[in-house]
């Protein structure tokens, strides 16, 4: 990974770390949306509140996204 974008990974770089105004309060992390700062939240609590819902499958998810990828298993 090179020098800018890791930066920009660590949300070190210049405006677009300005723009990043919700804080994180476990781990200080910052983002730039309320929500993006609610699905992190997952992370710290271990919360799974997305459930496939195929037959019996009942796996959990802490992010929509990985839910859906998982759903193109079945």
Known sequence: MGLARLNSH??????????KRYLC????KMFARPSTL???MHSH???????CMWDSCGKRFSVMSN????QRIH
Not at 14 to 19: D, M, T, V, W
Not at 25 to 28: E, Y
Not at 67 to 70: C, K
Request: charged share 20%.
């Open 10 to 19: 660590n949300g070190t770089q210049g405006s677009s770390s300005q723009r």
């Open 25 to 28: 309060t476990v781990c200080q």
């Open 38 to 40: 609610a699905t992190h």
């Open 45 to 51: 609590t271990g919360e799974k509140p997305y459930e």
């Open 67 to 70: 839910l859906r990828r998982h």
